[in-house]
């Protein structure tokens, strides 16, 4: 009977947080944070030895040893062992590639060495040359927000762990003269959110399908306790960079509590009148999102959540348009950080953002039965609308006029956003590039970017996406998983600017995922009508391609896709949703 009662209080603790604050932490204490981690950690072995080196009188032997998988536990053996052994004059070390960006740490495995209280010197990095660098105040190296380089003293016989950043690269140094260390293990423990892709793309373009899996699979790293920014640099909730994340985790994972704990914890941050994160632009931001969110998820009490705050907020947005129609916005004026220097086109943008809120707001005020708010933002879009800014050829700008509806979309990208191709491209507003390309009917002119822009980062060796990417960086770049050829540019350590120059540039960040969500919405053709998912429009637009293929997560299951195009243009669809769910089909030809 006790046993019984044992196991039924354990599954409670599982199931609850307050229990296991109320029966598993000693009440005195009276500090403690009950959470359940739901983060999963996974143990990785390197998958190749970059580089190694025994300066002078020291040695390495059985490398190859770390290679293979571990167990995670320290043996009495003498048998399958890396040896590194610095001599009186000599250093040992060497460079492990685990073959994709983590995020983590290192957990390392130690035999019966010959010496004791061994230290070595770990550092981790997104690329190559960031692993081999040096934290000198010049390359951007830094340990701003998670340590990536450090000094870890190893146990004699024993197991250590530590670290807690992204990265793919590790490099360890044995320090000390003369010191022996046994090494059986050196593995990545790699701390990921495990949730299932219910989302999927696939079409006869495997570069597309790749770009589709490395958006999804850099969201899912920067979804951790909160939704970051990155995951080595700004693990931060910056509210304006997290709505094309959310429009992946809608696109790929679904519902996740995750995005509204960080939604809400911008808005407990920052009550009116503050601006998110100090921009009145990522005010606006937190708004759409939460429109995003509502007809993916279709949760009202979420939204009855948020109601005094949304009401609030457009009534602080309301006050900042002048008799003219301008907005006159305060705080940090900012769309994206390639953009920074173009304050004309600024302008327009934020101008373009206030007419967006706008027709956002009247649609959230409608859904929260606040219909004299709702009149009110279409007042204020109609006042908006009268003052139309040049975007002086600011592609940021351009994108969120069209989205607007204050500049044409044909206009917009034939005369902006497509001249050039990719050049001026950024990988946080490319997405809103991208949706206006949509919008103006060329796709396949954004299919072609999305291959070019984002296809050119998997080239040199990504795995995720970045903070920032130029496509002027493909000349003579040498590759992030290699150590940078001579005559070949170091694209880590020389490029990058404002916040994020040279290795402080984070290699994974979230704001970069969007052809994921814009794929699975334009080409496969899936486009949210109605709160909930319970209307959907399919509206496939393939351009070259011959067939694509995929599936959409909603509240009530998921919805399979598939299209093919005959020889005379005609796309045929197969489509299968949940009950609840209605399909609209729009007939298309191309």
């Known amino acids: ?67 293979k998988p571990g167990i995670g536990q ?19 070390s060497l460079l492990l590639d685990f073959g994709r960006e983590l995020q983590g740490g290192i957990q390392i495995v130690t035999g019966e060495s010959a010496t004791h209280d061994v230290n070595i010197r770990v550092r981790f990095g997104e690329s190559a040359s960031e692993a081999m660098s040096d934290i000198d105040g010049h390359n951007g190296a830094t340990n701003d927000h998670a340590i990536r380089d450090f000094v870890l003293p190893l146990p004699w016989l024993g197991v250590a762990e530590h670290g807690n950043s992204g990265f793919r690269f590790v490099r360890i140094d044995l320090l000390g003269e003369n010191t022996d260390l046994l090494l059986r293990e050196v593995r990545a423990s790699f701390m990921y959110n495990d949730l299932p892709y219910k989302g999927s793309f696939e079409c006869n373009d495997e570069r597309l399908n790749k770009i589709w899996m490395t958006g999804a699979y850099t969201v899912q790293l920067n979804l951790q306790n909160y939704l970051w920014d990155g995951i080595k640099r700004d693990r931060l909730v910056w509210i304006g960079d997290i709505y094309p994340e959310v429009e992946t985790v809608n696109t790929v994972f679904g519902y996740t509590n995750i995005v509204q704990k960080s939604l809400d914890l911008s808005r407990d941050l920052y009550p009116i009148p503050q601006w998110m994160n100090g921009f009145s632009s990522y005010s606006i931001w937190w708004l759409l999102t939460q429109y995003q969110w509502y007809m993916n998820n279709g949760n009202q009490e979420y939204l009855e959540q948020q109601h005094s705050y949304i009401i609030a907020l457009l009534n602080l947005l309301m006050d900042k348009i002048g008799p003219d129609g301008k907005e006159n916005l305060d705080g940090s004026r900012f769309l994206d950080w390639p953009s920074s220097t173009n304050e004309k086109g600024i302008n327009a943008g934020l101008q373009a953002l206030m007419v967006l809120a706008m027709q956002t707001g009247e649609k959230l005020c409608g859904y929260l039965g606040e219909f004299d708010m709702a009149h009110k933002c279409h007042v204020a879009v109609l006042k908006l609308r009268k003052y139309i800014p040049d975007c002086n050829q600011s592609k940021q700008a351009a994108a969120l006029m069209s989205l607007a509806g204050t500049m044409k979309a044909k206009k917009a990208d034939r005369k902006v956003i497509s001249v050039g191709g990719a050049k001026g491209f950024s990988t946080f507003y490319g997405y809103y590039m991208l949706e206006a390309m949509a919008k103006a ?34 000349k003579n770049a040498g590759r992030i998983d290699e150590l940078v050829p001579e005559g070949k540019i ?87 949703a949940p009950k609840e769910v209605k399909i609209i089909r729009k007939s298309n030809h191309e």
């Open 441 to 474: 009917g060329d796709y396949q002119g954004a299919m072609n970017i999305i291959s070019q822009y984002w296809g050119g980062m998997l080239d040199l060796g990504a795995t995720t996406f970045w903070e920032d990417f130029d496509i002027d960086w493909m």
């Open 1 to 67: 009977m006790k046993y019984f009662r044992f196991f039924s209080l354990l599954f409670l603790i599982m199931m609850d947080q307050s229990l296991f604050a109320q029966h598993h932490l000693p009440p005195v204490w009276g500090n403690e944070t009950a959470e359940y981690e739901s983060r999963t950690i996974a143990y990785i072995a390197p998958k190749r030895i970059v580089w190694k080196s025994a300066t002078g009188d020291a040695t390495i032997s059985g490398l190859d040893n770390l290679l």
């Open 74 to 92: 320290a043996v009495l053996s003498d048998k399958g062992y890396c040896h590194l052994k610095n001599g009186k004059t000599g250093r040992v």
């Open 490 to 576: 170091d694209v880590h350590k020389c490029y990058g600017n404002y916040c994020y120059k040279g290795f402080r540039h984070s290699l994974c960040h979230g704001w970069a995922s969007g052809p994921t969500s814009w794929l699975s919405e334009y080409v496969l053709g899936v486009k949210v009508l109605e709160p909930g998912c319970k209307e959907v429009l399919i509206d496939p637009h393939l351009g070259n391609l011959e067939w694509v293929k995929g599936s959409y997560p909603t509240p009530y299951g998921i919805i399979k896709i598939e299209h093919h195009k005959s020889a005379d243009g005609k796309i045929i669809s197969d489509i299968s």
